[in-house]
């Protein structure tokens, strides 16, 4: 999964695997995790949006199913 940097307070950046839809996310403490069942144009508002924070807590945050990788 490639990931990209965001320009964020918390999240430090951002990936997206098509064949599995799943979301990568790399917070700034350093945890890592993966959203399952995400679809693309969620990742991509993720990335565009002028707060990702504020996104990542309104449309992803407690919708959808995670695990932490590290």
């Not at 959203?35 to 990542?56: H, I, M, Q, T």
């Amino acid at each position: 999964m490639t990931m990209y940097s965001v320009v964020s307070s918390n999240i430090k950046c951002v990936g997206y695997d098509e064949s599995s839809q799943t979301l990568g996310i790399i917070f700034k403490d350093g945890g890592s995790y993966e959203y399952r069942n995400v679809p693309e144009s969620v990742f991509n508002d993720l990335r565009l949006a002028s707060s990702v924070g504020k996104y990542f807590s309104q449309y992803i945050k407690d919708r959808y199913r995670c695990r932490k990788v590290r």
